[in-house]
């Protein structure tokens, strides 16, 4: 089982920052992923970038040049750096463990309460 914690989400301006953090826990050891996605009101979940373990990382064309994925693995923790934050980024974000087969790579994680970003033009 991998348990996953988010945080820091908030309101902030556009063209502002943001930085949300995704704790891991449980059977590391099994994930060969991470990802961020984010659902807006009356939208389906979307997924805006992910970061292997061996460091490949792939971002939404919505979201690239804009946010990135740094990562601490001693805390087994990854972040989103969300820069020049636009409305319509607002949604609530949400992280998830991936395992990956010869068919694809899946979610595997239970799917939280999210963070909420908001973005005031």
């Known amino acids: 089982q991998v348990q996953l914690v988010e945080s820091g989400g908030g309101l902030v301006q556009a063209g502002g920052s943001l930085r949300l953090s995704c704790a891991a826990s449980?059977?590391?050891?099994?994930?060969?992923?991470m990802g961020w996605y984010r659902q807006a009101p009356g939208k389906q979940r979307e997924l805006v970038a992910d970061i292997t373990r061996g460091g490949s990382i792939n971002y939404a064309d919505s979201v690239k040049g804009r946010f990135t994925i740094p990562r601490d693995n001693a805390k087994n923790t990854v972040y989103l750096q969300m820069n020049s934050l636009k409305p319509e980024d607002t949604a609530v974000y949400y992280c998830n463990a991936h395992r990956c087969s010869g068919y694809g790579c899946y979610p595997v994680g239970s799917w939280g309460q999210g963070t909420q970003v908001t973005v005031s033009s």
């Open positions: 449980g059977s590391i050891f099994t994930i060969n992923a």
